[in-house]
């Protein structure tokens, strides 16, 4: 873990880039604390960090003005990360059908989402490892967002996650339906009721197969990226009650 710049945001928020490897990196703490906060990991959408930065550190202030510190990782083959020619041509597939009005098929979506599933959640581990060895930053530990497929199989195989909000806005391979079901953590899903991209009965599915004995869907009309704010409000309790 090297840090590689710092800037405090508002006074309020000391935000610090640091490369993971070669793994592009941004954390987000409180600029004035006394005690080490909980975690919440940001699960960045799958466009890079450089283009969904406002989206991200619009949730960094609002978790850090909760008492958070908040951290996100580039995904694989994103960003300034190296190309991943598997993942570009499952992202071609998928769009090639899109286009031609044909089925998204299971063979799709298993192409596009299972092996950036099997890279990005052990990069999380290894995140998680060098966040939690900083001064400041304790547990409990939250994931929020991202490929929701992902934030289900982080909450499977990492015990350090506490709870998770998961955004249901992306394709979910059969496989983690199964996976799914030995979720145990607290989980809040928010839904988009019209989001193009999203297959909404699958994130139904989705919900209805985790194990967690608390989970909460939350649903609003609007498209991909209307969540209204009443809607972060009321993630930004889930974590509350869980974290603290």
């Excluded at 928020?13 to 005690?35: K, N």
């Excluded at 960045?44 to 960094?60: E, H, I, N």
């Excluded at 009309?221 to 209307?226: R, S």
Aim: hydrophobic share 45%.
């Amino acid at each position: 873990m090297r840090f590689t710049s710092e800037q405090c945001l508002d006074d309020a928020v000391l935000e610090r880039e640091f490369a993971l490897g070669e793994i592009p990196s941004i954390l987000w703490t409180p600029a004035s604390t006394s005690a080490p906060v909980p975690l919440i990991l940001l699960g960045p959408p799958p466009f890079g960090l450089r283009k969904t930065y406002p989206r991200l550190v619009a949730r960094a202030r609002h978790a850090a003005a909760d008492g958070f510190a908040t951290a996100t990782i580039e995904l694989p083959g994103n960003g300034d990360r190296p190309r991943w020619p598997a993942a570009e041509q499952a992202l071609a597939d998928l769009r090639r059908a899109i286009e031609a009005g044909e089925p998204v098929t299971d063979e799709i979506i298993d192409a596009l989402i299972l092996p950036l599933v099997d890279r990005a959640v052990p990069e999380w581990q290894a995140a998680l490892d060098a966040l939690l060895s900083l001064p400041g930053i304790g547990g409990p530990v939250g994931y929020s967002g991202g490929v929701i497929s992902i934030g289900t199989r982080l909450a499977v195989v990492e015990p350090r996650v506490s709870a998770a909000v998961l955004f249901a806005g992306s394709f979910v391979p059969r496989a983690m339906f199964e996976e799914a079901r030995q979720v145990t953590v607290p989980v809040h899903v928010l839904l988009q009721w019209d989001d193009e991209g999203n297959d909404r009965q699958a994130a139904l599915d989705l919900f209805d197969a985790f194990g967690s004995k608390e989970k909460t869907l939350h649903a609003n009309m609007g498209g991909h990226t209307g969540v209204p704010q009443f809607a972060g409000d009321a993630a930004a309790q889930f974590f509350t009650r869980h974290l603290k």
